[in-house]
């Protein structure tokens, strides 16, 4: 049976990009008879707001989605931090207390989700009376692993490039997990077939789809969707002052229409689909 998810973080209200990533998940598994998940992905304490998560559901019952909701990240501590010692114990994960400053002071370049980190910690006796993040040693995990392969229903099939990530954080300074190691442990829980998101996590697949080998999780299949861009061309974002789907509802806007319209590819108003 397919099974796919929605899973915001509760760090500001949901825009259009975030209600046609619903869609495209509810659709996908209603077309087969199959189940539409939501979690909640409020691992970063700090930044996530309480009163989201109900935010979120009216805007999906307003969208006229029906879904299972799953447990929220907060719940799953225990099981992150299991994951994170069973590698740390086979000597894949090391200590790095780098700073952002360090990692751009040290030459970093540019990557697909940020600077890569230049392994500056990597095989070195770092002083841990400082905060501490846990980073993957990748080049280790793929002389364990071997080639990797994922599919993605879009873009066909791609060979996994972990290393364009660099040894990405997978235990934060201030959490047990990271957005990789959380997202890939609560996919395989929750038993999702298929998961779909926007194209911006597209290089984080690559991450993932080596946690999975490594962890012994099972392979789901990938729907890396267009995103959503405003009037400037630039992806939705809350920190652009995207319109909350919230205002909308407020205003007594009928929802159906509106998901129907972007089923069929009629945006709302000032709003495109890129593909990157
Ligand atoms: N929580 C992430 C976000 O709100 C989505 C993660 C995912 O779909 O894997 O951007």
Redesign the pocket.
Known sequence: MIVTRF???PNGPLHWGHAYSAIIAHDLAAEQGGRFLLRI?DIDGPRSRPDLPDAFRRDLEWLGLEWDEVPAQSARLESYAGAAESLRERGLLYPCTCTRKDIEAAGAKPGPEGLVYPGTCKGKDVDLSQPAALRLDVEQALAEVGALMWQDSLAGEQTAEPHALGDVVLVRKDLPAS?HLA?TLDDAADRVTL?T?GQD?FA?THIHRLLQELLGLPVPGWHHHGLLLDGAGKKLAKTRGSKALADYRKAGENSRDWADRLRMDHWPCGISLGST
């Open positions: 899973a915001p973080s992905e957005y997202a998961v998101r996590l984080a």
